[in-house]
């Protein structure tokens, strides 16, 4: 069975601070990840995707990720963080082949600090 | 196109009763998952439908149901309601096939309070 893990359960930052939410899966074969977010008051939103080619990938408002294959991990960074992405942090990993359903972590709640 | 429209948005009953749920996914996309939101547990997969079929199935007891309908609209059912069903229910639906890759669209939620 496939399992993320998110192990910063709360991050608080200062405007400008750089980030790195790390999130790592348990899955014993090719996999897809995702990074969702969920502003205040919105629905989750799909950040960024990797599913295959280059492990690192760019989202949406200047946020990247890293899949390093070795390490089971797909950490999301951003190098210089605004009070507008206080928000809620979610990865998921899905299993690529077959109809594998979409594992999400527990989620990182994000606090910019202006 | 619109997006995912989950209805209704909040509701409240009692435990022991039931309550069905509705999601109209965007139009052209053929799945959707389910799952349940809680402070603490993140998002707990509940089922995933594509075409009218269920493809998935979560760690949920039975009192857990749903379906999906020819235009793909879909339906989740609890039954027998107790008090730690109350939760944020979300909506995913994707294109379908293999295309869940390309990532989710996420309905609002319907907020679930059971008294």
């Known amino acids: 069975a496939q399992s993320v893990s998110q192990h910063n359960h709360h991050v608080i930052l200062s405007e400008a601070a750089s980030l790195e939410l790390g999130c790592n899966y348990s899955y014993g074969g090719t996999v897809n990840l995702f990074w969702y977010v969920q502003y205040p008051g919105q629905h989750l939103q799909l950040l960024l995707k990797?599913?295959?080619?280059?492990?690192l990938v760019k989202g949406i408002k200047g946020f990247e990720a890293e899949f390093i294959k070795s390490k089971f991990s797909f950490n999301l960074r951003k190098p210089s963080v605004q009070w507008s992405d206080t928000a809620e942090y979610f990865c998921a990993v899905k299993g690529s082949g077959g109809y594998q359903k979409v594992t999400f972590g527990t989620g990182t709640k994000l606090q910019v600090i202006p | 196109k619109a997006g995912v429209t989950q209805t209704p948005r909040y509701l409240i009953k009692t435990r022991g009763q039931q309550v069905t749920l509705s999601c109209s996914p965007i139009?052209?996309?053929?799945?959707v998952s389910w799952y349940q939101q809680t402070p603490g547990q993140g998002l707990q997969f509940l089922f995933e439908y594509f075409s009218e079929t269920q493809r998935n199935k979560g760690n949920f007891p039975g009192r857990f149901s749903g379906r999906q309908f020819s235009n793909s609209r879909s339906e989740m059912n609890v039954s027998t309601l107790e008090l730690g069903d109350s939760a944020l229910y979300l909506c995913a639906s994707s294109l379908g096939g293999q295309a869940v890759s390309y990532g989710y669209t996420f309905g609002s939620g319907t907020r679930l309070t059971v008294v």
């Open positions: 990797y599913f295959s080619g280059d492990p």
């Open positions: 139009s052209g996309h053929r799945s």
